[in-house]
DNA sequence: CGTCTTTGTCATTCA
DNA sequence: TATGAATGACAAAGA
């Protein structure tokens, strides 16, 4: 959030003084007193309650405790860890923000200049540094992930709003060229760490989920180099290597996306018959121009104002009189390095600056303003974002409060809690705290299954998973009362290991990883010996005398430890329990052997009984691994549900808080751009000024006419805007 | 009586 | 190599 606020407010400042040096003044309060979005871990990833874990660093320290490498509870861990990690990949942005940048190729309308002709230090911009939006709509935006390509992009520059007919390029152009129009405003110099360009690109960053996204590095490129190989109108624009790596995106998430489109694309059907009537922003200008009267004037259709699936990707577009967005010309550096120099603008009318947002369209941000030049301010016909309300309604579907408040670890005051932020307008619900992807909360969930099993009812279930603490309450009631209602094989389990709670105190990673594999000595060491001379019952009457005496440990224990294998010891005259023939150590047992004189017969059978003592013990250790990890597992699906809807719920509130930045830095543009005045005191034309970023962070206003314009009177261009 | 679950045991592998 | 742990497979016992 406030590293979001951060690199806005630095772009937004860098601006102003820009703007404050031609004379400009922009209050930038207007622009950032509302809540701004956690663009930052947009942008830059996930804060630190959402960063993978290395595992494998994890394995070996696991926050200090040493548990041992086969412990079932590490494998839960991880395993959960990793699990929700998946999710987290699924769901979460992953906004890398390096892998957008600016990838439009610069193309010029048929009758502009082509490439070879251009010359001098005149660089045909075709960058998206304009400002207007000619044909982003939300709904191309929301398509872009699913099928929408980039041949989508209407040809007919007619329909797209802010397209420049030919006509007019061609008429902006023979008037830059007689004139030299040009005038390059200010530049922010290098020493501009942050510019409102760099802002746009990390708003445009902000949506992976484009063409860009979804398809790879190589297919882009070519589909974005070969038709500006084919077409010759194309200036001198050279397709950015934008950085796209995408490639690790998991395939679900083009999957869910996908799932999302759909349903936008639904309503795009709405907002395409409702685009022209809704109402404008008018939050930073007062010129209250009728959205229709907007529409007019780009000459758009509705429909087109919608349907435009524009990318940034979209740099190969048909030789078509259609404006197209080009951002940040490379060709701003390679030709001009740092120099200002006049950059060319290869559309007149209407500037892209919107597609520096890429086919986002959220807002339709910087609707071309060719209005007449007597009101720069054009209206900003807000088009209704379904983004919110799709998500709000498709996707918090999938949220099940109850699901919630059903998990474990999750206490009712917290599910309450999760579900006042999801019914939350406002804010964003970014408690990391509740983030199962935190260690914290995955131990807290296995914690208090380990040791909170008698204290809350809710926690009944976890609390029979718990080792110590079902010993513990093994101990105080001495038979299956201790579970409670719980499901019987796990008592027995439960039971039968760790008779020692006490040392599993404290630490609930230790209560599950160290394993006593002690199952029957405990049980077994103090009523051993006399179950060896009183295991004369036969076996059903043991079990019916165990039922019978259910509370009488003592005949419990005895009669539970007549096995086969005693009563072969018994008839084989064995000197000593079979506790000591299975637990004692190796050398303790090499003496006690040596110190009877055993036969063959007894030494084997005595081996034999320690083979399968030990084996018994490992078995049962066996199972309730393996059933402590099918516990886990199951708390991890919980724990990945409750992540799941944690995740859509951060989108929805991302996507929103990115259409508000988008908005205000539409409003900001055209505040800006109304401001500007000329040396006599004119403002500018939207129609043929547009203001311009260069790869520097400078802002320049630029003739919408330069881009035909190349390489004529290159030092005309060079005109400050300062004033 | 058949089915399912639990438990013990064996064989095997691995550390 | 000896030992023990782990585990799949099987069978017995019991519900």
Same mark, same amino acid.
Request: charged share 20%; with cysteine; hydrophobic share 30%.
């Given at each position: 959030?406030?590293?979001?606020?951060?690199?806005? %407010?630095?772009?937004?400042?860098?601006?102003?003084?820009?703007?404050?040096?031609?004379?400009?003044?922009?209050?930038?309060?207007?622009?950032?007193?509302?809540?701004?979005?956690?663009?930052?871990?947009?942008?830059?990833?996930?804060?630190?309650?959402?960063?993978?874990?290395?595992?494998?660093?994890?394995?070996?320290?696991?926050?200090?405790?040493?548990? =041992?490498?086969?412990?079932?509870?590490?494998?839960?861990?991880?395993? $959960?860890?990793?699990?929700?990690?998946?999710?987290?990949?699924?769901?979460?942005?992953?906004?890398?923000? &390096?892998?957008?940048?600016?990838?439009?190729? =610069?193309?010029?309308?048929? %009758?502009?200049?082509?490439?070879?002709?251009?010359?001098?230090?005149?660089?045909?911009?075709?960058?998206?540094?304009? *400002?207007?939006?000619?044909?982003?709509?939300?709904?191309?935006?929301?398509?872009?992930?699913?099928?929408?390509?980039?041949?989508?992009?209407?040809?007919?520059?007619?329909?797209? *709003?802010?397209?420049?007919?030919?006509?007019?390029?061609?008429?902006?152009?023979?008037?830059?060229?007689?004139?030299?129009?040009?005038?390059?405003? $200010?530049?922010?110099?290098?020493?501009?760490?942050?510019?409102?360009?760099?802002?746009?690109?990390?708003?445009?960053?902000?949506?992976?989920?484009?063409?860009?996204?979804?398809?790879?590095?190589?297919?882009?490129?070519?589909?974005?180099?070969?038709?500006?190989?084919? $077409?010759?109108?194309?200036?001198? @624009? *050279?397709?950015?290597?934008?950085?796209?790596?995408?490639?690790?995106?998991?395939?679900?998430?083009?999957?869910?996306?996908?799932?999302?489109?759909?349903?936008?694309?639904?309503?795009?059907?709405?907002?395409?018959?409702?685009?022209?009537?809704?109402?404008?922003?008018?939050?930073?200008?007062?010129?209250?121009?009728?959205?229709?009267?907007?529409?007019?004037? #780009?000459?758009?259709?509705?429909?087109?104002?919608?349907?435009?699936?524009?990318?940034? =990707?979209?740099?190969?577009?048909?030789?078509?009189?259609?404006?197209?967005?080009?951002?940040?010309?490379?060709?701003?550096?390679?030709?001009? @390095? /740092?120099? !200002?120099?006049?950059?060319?603008?290869?559309?007149?009318?209407?500037?892209?600056?919107?597609?520096?947002?890429?086919?986002?369209?959220?807002?339709?941000?910087?609707?071309?303003?060719?209005?007449?030049?007597? &009101?720069?301010?054009?209206? $900003?016909?807000?088009?209704?974002?379904?983004?919110?309300?799709?998500?709000?309604?498709?996707?918090?579907?999938?949220?099940?409060?109850?699901?919630?408040?059903?998990?474990? @670890?999750?206490?009712?005051?917290?599910?309450?809690?999760?579900?006042?932020?999801?019914?939350?307008?406002?804010?964003?619900?970014?408690?990391?705290?509740?983030?199962?992807?935190?260690?914290?909360?995955?131990?807290?969930?296995?914690?208090?299954?380990?040791?909170?099993?008698?204290?809350?009812?809710?926690?009944?279930?976890? @609390?029979?998973?718990?080792?110590?603490?079902?010993?513990?309450?093994?101990?105080?009631?001495?038979?299956?009362?201790?579970?409670?209602?719980? /499901?019987?094989?796990?008592?027995?389990?439960?039971?039968?290991?760790?008779?020692?709670?006490?040392?599993?105190?404290?630490?609930?990673?230790?209560?599950?990883?160290?394993?006593?594999?002690?199952?029957?000595?405990?049980?077994?060491?103090?009523?051993?010996?006399?179950?060896?001379?009183?295991?004369?019952?036969?076996?059903?009457?043991?079990?019916?005398?165990?039922?019978?005496?259910?509370?009488?440990?003592?005949?419990?224990?005895?009669?539970?430890?007549?096995?086969?294998?005693?009563?072969?010891?018994?008839?084989?005259?064995?000197?000593?329990?079979?506790?000591?023939?299975?637990?004692?150590?190796?050398?303790? #047992?090499?003496?006690?052997?040596?110190?009877?004189?055993?036969?063959?017969?007894?030494?084997?059978?005595?081996?034999?009984?320690?083979?399968?003592?030990?084996?018994?013990?490992?078995?049962?250790?066996?199972?309730?691994?393996?059933?402590?990890?099918?516990?886990?597992?199951?708390?991890?699906?919980?724990?990945?549900?409750?992540?799941?809807?944690?995740?859509?719920?951060?989108?929805?509130?991302?996507?929103?808080?990115?259409?508000?930045?988008?908005?205000?830095?539409?409003?900001?543009?055209?505040?800006?751009?109304?401001?500007?005045?000329?040396?006599?005191?004119?403002?500018?034309?939207?129609?043929?000024?547009?203001?311009?970023?260069? !790869?520097?962070?400078?802002?320049?206003?630029?003739?919408?006419?330069?881009?035909?314009?190349?390489?004529?009177?290159?030092?005309?261009?060079?005109?400050?805007?300062?004033?």
């Amino acid at each position: 959030m406030l590293y979001l606020k951060k690199y806005f %407010t630095e772009g937004l400042i860098q601006f102003t003084i820009l703007l404050s040096l031609i004379g400009v003044r922009v209050d930038l309060d207007t622009y950032l007193n509302n809540q701004l979005p956690p663009l930052r871990e947009i942008i830059l990833g996930p804060s630190s309650a959402y960063t993978q874990t290395q595992f494998h660093n994890l394995r070996n320290t696991l926050d200090g405790y040493g548990i =041992h490498p086969k412990s079932v509870d590490l494998d839960h861990f991880f395993a $959960t860890r990793r699990l929700l990690n998946q999710v987290r990949s699924l769901d979460h942005l992953r906004l890398p923000s &390096t892998e957008l940048s600016a990838w439009l190729v =610069h193309r010029d309308p048929e %009758t502009v200049v082509s490439a070879t002709s251009q010359s001098g230090p005149s660089i045909a911009l075709d960058n998206g540094g304009s *400002l207007e939006d000619v044909n982003n709509s939300e709904a191309s935006a929301m398509r872009g992930a699913g099928g929408a390509t980039e041949t989508t992009y209407s040809p007919s520059g007619e329909d797209s *709003l802010g397209a420049v007919a030919p006509e007019d390029i061609q008429e902006q152009t023979d008037r830059d060229t007689s004139d030299d129009l040009s005038k390059e405003l $200010t530049s922010l110099g290098a020493q501009t760490s942050l510019s409102l360009q760099e802002c746009l690109r990390l708003l445009e960053a902000t949506f992976p989920f484009g063409e860009e996204s979804e398809f790879q590095n190589s297919s882009s490129t070519s589909q974005l180099t070969a038709p500006t190989e084919e $077409t010759p109108s194309t200036s001198q @624009g *050279l397709p950015i290597q934008a950085p796209l790596s995408q490639s690790d995106t998991p395939l679900d998430l083009e999957q869910q996306w996908q799932d999302i489109m759909s349903i936008m694309e639904l309503q795009d059907m709405d907002v395409n018959n409702t685009a022209v009537n809704t109402t404008m922003n008018n939050e930073s200008n007062n010129n209250n121009a009728s959205t229709t009267e907007s529409a007019t004037s #780009f000459g758009v259709l509705p429909s087109s104002l919608i349907n435009q699936d524009v990318s940034l =990707h979209q740099a190969s577009l048909p030789s078509c009189s259609q404006d197209f967005p080009t951002l940040f010309n490379p060709e701003l550096d390679s030709t001009g @390095g /740092q120099q !200002p120099t006049l950059v060319r603008l290869s559309s007149s009318n209407s500037s892209n600056i919107n597609s520096t947002f890429g086919a986002t369209n959220l807002t339709g941000l910087f609707f071309t303003p060719t209005l007449n030049s007597s &009101t720069n301010l054009s209206t $900003t016909p807000v088009l209704p974002d379904p983004f919110t309300s799709l998500l709000e309604e498709s996707m918090l579907d999938e949220i099940s409060l109850l699901d919630l408040a059903m998990e474990e @670890g999750f206490s009712q005051a917290q599910a309450s809690q999760l579900e006042d932020e999801l019914d939350s307008d406002s804010g964003l619900s970014l408690d990391s705290s509740h983030s199962p992807a935190s260690p914290s909360n995955s131990e807290t969930s296995c914690s208090s299954a380990a040791s909170s099993s008698s204290t809350s009812a809710t926690f009944s279930e976890e @609390g029979a998973v718990g080792y110590s603490t079902d010993s513990e309450t093994a101990t105080v009631e001495p038979e299956e009362g201790a579970v409670g209602g719980y /499901q019987p094989e796990y008592s027995k389990l439960c039971r039968m290991s760790y008779q020692d709670p006490s040392q599993f105190h404290g630490i609930p990673q230790l209560e599950s990883v160290n394993h006593n594999h002690t199952y029957n000595l405990p049980l077994s060491s103090p009523y051993s010996e006399h179950s060896e001379l009183s295991a004369s019952s036969s076996k059903k009457g043991r079990d019916k005398q165990m039922q019978q005496t259910k509370l009488q440990p003592p005949q419990d224990f005895i009669d539970r430890q007549t096995s086969r294998d005693e009563r072969r010891a018994r008839a084989m005259d064995i000197p000593f329990s079979n506790e000591k023939i299975i637990n004692l150590p190796v050398e303790e #047992f090499n003496e006690l052997l040596a110190k009877h004189n055993l036969n063959e017969e007894q030494l084997s059978l005595i081996r034999d009984i320690r083979r399968r003592g030990k084996n018994k013990m490992a078995a049962q250790n066996c199972r309730k691994r393996k059933l402590d990890t099918i516990l886990n597992l199951e708390h991890g699906v919980q724990d990945m549900r409750r992540d799941k809807a944690r995740l859509l719920k951060e989108r929805m509130e991302f996507i929103k808080c990115i259409r508000q930045m988008k908005q205000k830095v539409q409003n900001l543009y055209q505040e800006v751009f109304a401001q500007l005045r000329d040396e006599e005191g004119r403002p500018y034309s939207a129609s043929e000024y547009s203001l311009q970023y260069g !790869p520097d962070g400078s802002v320049l206003l630029m003739p919408r006419s330069m881009t035909t314009e190349q390489g004529h009177k290159p030092e005309k261009k060079q005109k400050d805007k300062k004033k």
